[in-house]
DNA sequence: TAATTTTGCAACCATATGGTTTCTTTTTTA
DNA sequence: TAAAAAAGAAACCATATGGTTGCAAAATTA
């Protein structure tokens, strides 16, 4: 059973110009238009665009239109699906054990 | 400042057959082959050797090889990378609160 | 109204990605 | 020792991905 939101909600943060823009809006005091997002990266504002149509795809920016400008405001609420995913391992770096750990303890202790 | 290191285990857990993978791994009580993990997957064995190759090259998963066997163990303490990135976050989608949703409010208020 | 600004749309391109198949090597088992 | 099993290596393939450029449309400003 392929969950296709939670799919590309990694998708979408696996790219790093992406979870840059994600960043530069959390800080934001205030929302950036495409342009002024695009004006920070080396690369042409078309390829920003199609960066931002990801993220909003998933939920992680959200568009107002005013007049010919769009302002993009971040929203992180969509991050809880990478939240509750990663959590659920965490007991086990938090032992700093694992099973990996465990067999070559055991494999000492029997001396072969 | 590209961080390759945080790019990659991104990377690796961005594809659903990769977390299957890791899944699978981390619930197993005992270690598994290649063989035995591709058997669970609908895709050829190599297609998951890749797979398993990627998740070994951001240490989330530790190969002992044993006689013509390579025995896999789940490692899920590089997660901790993704951990921090997104605790990060973790105060705006608690506070069910964000730029957007102040901005609005605001325009409400004013009326326009 | 004419020029400028902001953005979208579409075509295009190189490379990365996720998969396949075939063959070889190494180790185990019969 | 011969056959079988486990895995790696390499070539190959289709599509996805991340980028580009050029042009059109809508809104703003001069």
New interface residues.
Partial sequence: M??KK??NI??A??D?TR?EIFHM??L?S??LSINEIADHFPMSRQAITKHIKILNDVGLI?I?PKGRERYC?????P??E??D???Y??K??EN?L???DS?LKEKNKKGN
Same sequence: chains 1, 2.
């Fill in positions: 392929p969950n939670r799919d990694f998708r943060i696996a790093p979870r809006l959390v934001a205030a929302a959200d107002v405001y971040a929203d992180p609420k991050l809880k990478i939240h995913w990663v959590m391992y965490e086990f770096w700093k694992n099973l990996l067999y």
